[in-house]
């Protein structure tokens, strides 16, 4: 038995492919036979890694026609869901939605909602984003039904050729509701109630809510797999009190729940916005997701301190804007005083603003730069898909 035999036989436990791998290449080697074997060996690992895609896959997360079993998703190694939510994630968790007895197959959603011309234009930007990363669920999107009678069918202003972008290009399915308004605070969150229709859509079993004035960044598929809540959501972790965020939600629509918006909505000037009742709803039985690459604002770049958003991983995490930005699924824009990059901005305010770079950083200054990188996308995808 040579060296390499005798190493071989030392490893603990069973050796791994690549322990094989490693092993093998070492005895052509010393055959001199390294360059034709070397060579074809690290081919084959390449089309090992195509085939495998390293990339998270959404396969397990079923299309509308697709006919899903338990069984399918408990075999699958590949699900998101079991960083996220644990080990123990399996088909159950989308109770009610499989049963033995189902007839038919589960739609799972993303969902938008736009009652202005320039929100609609940001929903735009977040189906193409979505259309680029493949998502499996369908997309939704909630617009006030008053714009059949002033935008219909077949006209031409830039509401009505949005509506049809979304629906012709991205698959989008369009969802007319009334718009719910509240006469409290600033008028620019006037409407935002509206995005609580979004309680109601029972024609999906599982929705992942967006606000647009956000960007996705990357597939969420795996959201959908979250054990058994009627709503999950990150906690608002830039406040000091203990609240959760309405900006991205995972919500298992019904018609108990659409009630009870139904219910609040009616008092509204009496009880406040759309994160007052998201968190009235789900105090005492919301699952609570992980705010650290789901829930960012991008004022955390602008930050000193940044122990609230690591807070999940204790004293002793590090920040790394370039990480950090690489893990987030999701990015809201949030940056007071600057406005939302939809409207315009001076070189002054930004300058204000935009984080600061330390002398010791010299030319990297990384969270400015990141910070930028995503105001840049932005931008760019604005005028990539919007119209005027």
């Known amino acids: 038995m040579d060296t390499l035999d005798t190493e071989y036989e030392l490893l603990e436990g069973k050796p791994s492919f690549l322990d094989k791998v490693g092993f093998w290449v070492a005895r052509q080697r010393r055959a001199g036979r390294a360059p034709?074997?070397?060579?074809?060996?690290?081919?084959?690992?390449?089309?090992?890694?195509?085939l495998g895609s390293w990339k998270y896959s959404s396969s397990s997360i079923p299309k509308p026609d697709d006919r899903p079993t338990p069984e399918a998703h408990e075999n699958s190694k590949q699900c998101i869901a079991q960083k996220?939510?644990?080990?123990?994630?399996?088909?159950?968790?989308?109770?009610?939605?499989f049963q033995s007895d189902s007839a038919f197959a589960p739609r799972f959603a993303y969902v938008f909602y736009a009652t202005q011309k320039e929100y609609l234009c940001n929903t735009l930007i977040n189906f193409e984003q979505l259309r680029k990363e493949n998502v499996a669920g369908e997309i939704a999107l909630i617009y006030p039904s008053s714009w059949q009678d002033?935008?219909?069918?077949?006209?031409?202003?830039a509401i009505r050729r949005m509506l049809d972008k979304a629906r012709e290009k991205y698959g989008v399915n369009l969802h007319p509701m009334e718009v719910w308004r509240t006469h409290r605070g600033d008028p620019t969150w006037s409407e935002s109630l509206t995005k609580l229709h979004v309680f109601g859509l029972t024609d999906y079993a599982r929705i992942i809510y967006?606000?647009?004035?956000?960007?996705?960044?990357?597939?969420?598929?795996?959201?959908?797999?979250?054990?058994?809540?009627?709503?999950?959501?990150?906690?608002?972790?830039?406040?000091?009190k203990d609240e959760l965020a309405s900006h991205i939600m995972v919500i298992t629509p019904s018609d108990a729940l659409l009630s009870r918006v139904k219910k609040w909505v009616d008092n509204i000037d009496k009880q406040g916005f759309?994160?007052?009742?998201?968190?009235?709803?789900?105090?005492?039985?919301?699952?609570v997701l992980p705010h650290r690459g789901y829930a960012m604002l991008t004022g955390e770049f602008r930050n000193s301190n940044h122990s609230k958003y690591l807070a999940e991983d204790g004293p002793e995490a590090?920040?790394?804007?370039?990480?950090?930005?690489s893990r987030s699924f999701y990015?809201?824009?949030?940056?007071?005083?600057?406005?939302?990059?939809?409207?315009p901005a001076t070189k002054a305010q930004i300058e204000k603003v935009q984080p600061v770079c330390e002398p010791e950083e010299k030319e990297k200054c990384g969270n400015r730069k990141h910070w930028q990188s995503v105001y840049d996308l932005y931008h760019k995808l604005k005028d990539q898909v919007c119209i005027d």
């Open 150 to 157: 002033t935008e219909p069918e077949g006209s031409t202003g």
């Open 36 to 50: 034709l074997f070397v060579g074809a060996g690290f081919a084959f690992l390449l089309l090992l890694l195509l």
């Open 210 to 240: 967006l606000d647009s004035d956000g960007l996705a960044l990357r597939n969420m598929d795996h959201l959908f797999l979250a054990p058994q809540a009627h709503i999950a959501l990150p906690r608002a972790y830039w406040l000091d």
């Open 331 to 343: 990015i809201h824009f949030s940056d007071w005083p600057l406005p939302k990059p939809w409207k």
């Open 318 to 325: 590090v920040w790394d804007p370039r990480a950090e930005l």
């Open 84 to 97: 996220v939510f644990g080990s123990s994630v399996k088909a159950e968790s989308l109770w009610p939605v």
């Open 274 to 287: 759309d994160m007052e009742l998201v968190n009235s709803l789900s105090a005492s039985s919301a699952l």
